[in-house]
């Protein structure tokens, strides 16, 4: 009795480990890393910390299988250059449902609840290249899961971003808010299909946008501290730009016959390199507001104390994406490439100074950097060198306004001449640089700038998950819970 007694406190122990603000609360999980943590890793990490959503960008089988069984609810996603193919062929999207849907949702497999189709489609930089697609993919998806007898539970939805709606600029308020002359149309018709199926519209909101596109933004709007002068919307206060942000959608809804649409942020975050406004220090201030609130099920004006299902972006850092849209594009992970936290976060939104629980069994390769040979003699085709290792690894950090900014020109040839090694998993022939780099086992790191050691990759890092013997005896654990 005794024991059974203790066992079911160490379950509840269990349980109370770490409680995430509301279960509103997701994380996306992009994998666009040289040396990506292995999926084990991240899903116990995701456990660790008490997440139980998480969002996707493909539907990859490594990760759809580190996934079965976790319990985490998962939006899977279909890429944009799908979108054409899944437009065209009713089939096409029956098919990737057996593929990438139906073949996950079983007991003890994927917890499914969206389907992504696309992702950002009608962003302006895109030149309307998938506007013609996007809609007819959405209803070919979502009817293929109809069809397959999972569409009550399983919904598809377009995570769109913030650009799709705005204000008139006559009358910049959140309840002028209408959605984009030039896709009008095409967005009706996807909010009247979403309303059908009873599927959420999806909208990523970035403050950190707002601030880094516009150097007249006011830095305490971004943030959720109530500083900012507000902007006054017929007597309605805004104090921050995601409440704005958001409610400028529910006024499109509305205009299009919606205003009760749910709706899913689907990417909010902050960077912490790469800019300026891209720090630490400035995330975490981010992070505790929306938190608090999201704790709170604070909701905004137009939809006031209401929680708000809400996924991160981002879990982890991605060194191999593009920069096309600012050199923060590598750094938006609440922690680090090797799933180390950047700096402090309470998921439950109380506050507290408490720590992400780091990733578990992360191997590293050895402590070697690779750096500007001192004895070198011919300079002169450093920079040619630099320019290379930087065009196949991630130099961002040494960008104005970012960590490790301000080193002279060897510290910079070090720096990069180790990114590359460390992506080339510290091959002898990926530090020689023309006779111009070196291996060294002394870290060049300083106070604000990492050189950073990769992380083994590949079937060498295969995280060896818990024993037989523990998951019998977490079983036994969640038994006894019961009883
Ligand atoms: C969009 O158009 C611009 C200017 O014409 C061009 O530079 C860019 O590459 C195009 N982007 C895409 C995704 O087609
Ligand atoms: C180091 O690299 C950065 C980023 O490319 C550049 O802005 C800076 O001028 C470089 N510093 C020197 C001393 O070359
Ligand atoms: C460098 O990496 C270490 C180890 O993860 C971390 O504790 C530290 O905060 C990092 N420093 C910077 C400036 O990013």
Request: net charge negative; with cysteine; hydrophobic share 45%.
């Amino acid at each position: 009795m005794a024991t059974r007694l203790a066992a079911v406190l160490v379950a509840v122990a269990f349980c109370w480990a770490a409680v995430p603000a509301a279960d509103a609360l997701g994380m996306n999980w992009g994998t666009q890393a040289f040396h990506p943590l292995p999926p084990k890793v991240v899903v116990q990490l995701l456990q660790d910390n008490g997440i139980k959503k998480v969002k996707l960008f493909e539907t990859e089988f490594g990760t759809m299988s580190a996934l079965a069984g976790s319990g985490i609810e998962v939006m899977v996603a279909i890429p944009n250059n799908m979108l054409a193919d899944l437009a065209g062929s009713s089939r096409a999207a029956r098919d990737w449902v057996k593929r990438n849907v139906e073949r996950y949702d079983f007991d003890g497999g994927v917890s499914i609840k969206y389907v992504a189709v696309g992702n950002e489609p009608f962003l302006e930089a895109y030149n309307g290249s998938f506007i013609h697609t996007t809609f007819p993919a959405l209803e070919n998806v979502q009817n293929a899961l109809n069809d397959a007898g999972v569409g009550d539970r399983i919904k598809a939805t377009v995570p769109l971003n913030a650009d799709v709606y705005n204000s008139p600029p006559g009358n910049p308020v959140p309840s002028a808010g209408r959605f984009r002359a030039d896709i009008a149309g095409i967005m009706t018709d996807i909010v009247k299909f979403l309303a059908k199926n009873n599927a959420p519209f999806t909208v990523n909101i970035y403050p950190f946008l707002s601030l880094y596109l516009n150097d007249n933004f006011p830095l305490d709007y971004a943030f959720f501290d109530g500083g900012a002068t507000p902007v006054n919307d017929n007597g309605v206060l805004y104090t921050n730009v995601f409440d704005a942000n958001f409610d400028t959608l529910v006024a499109a809804l509305k205009s299009v016959g919606h205003g009760e649409m749910p709706v899913v942020v689907g990417e909010v975050g902050w960077p912490t390199d790469g800019d300026k406004h891209a720090k630490s220090s400035y995330a975490e201030r981010f992070y505790a507001g929306l938190l608090r609130r999201l704790a709170a099920s604070t909701g905004t004006p137009a939809r006031p104390n209401q929680a708000i299902e809400m996924y991160l972006f981002g879990l982890l850092d991605e060194d191999a994406k593009s920069v096309a849209p600012g050199s923060f594009e590598r750094h938006w992970g609440i922690f680090r490439y090797d799933g180390q936290p950047k700096f402090a976060m309470d998921l439950t939104g109380q506050g507290r100074n408490a720590m992400l629980v780091p990733a578990k069994g992360v191997k590293y390769l050895s402590r070697t950097w690779c750096g500007l040979n001192p004895n070198a003699k011919d300079m002169s085709k450093l920079g040619a060198n630099i320019d290379y290792a930087c065009s196949r690894a991630d130099c961002t950090a040494l960008g104005y306004g970012s960590t490790c900014n301000g080193m002279d020109t060897a510290g910079n040839a070090t720096y990069a001449f180790n990114a590359y090694y460390q992506v080339q998993s510290q091959e002898d022939s990926a530090c020689d640089f023309n006779g111009l780099a070196l291996p060294t086992t002394t870290d060049p790191s300083t106070a604000t700038c990492n050189f950073t050691i990769q992380i083994v990759t590949g079937k060498a890092a295969a995280f060896k998950g818990r024993s037989g013997v523990a998951v019998v005896f977490l079983a036994l654990l969640q038994i006894l819970a019961l009883w």
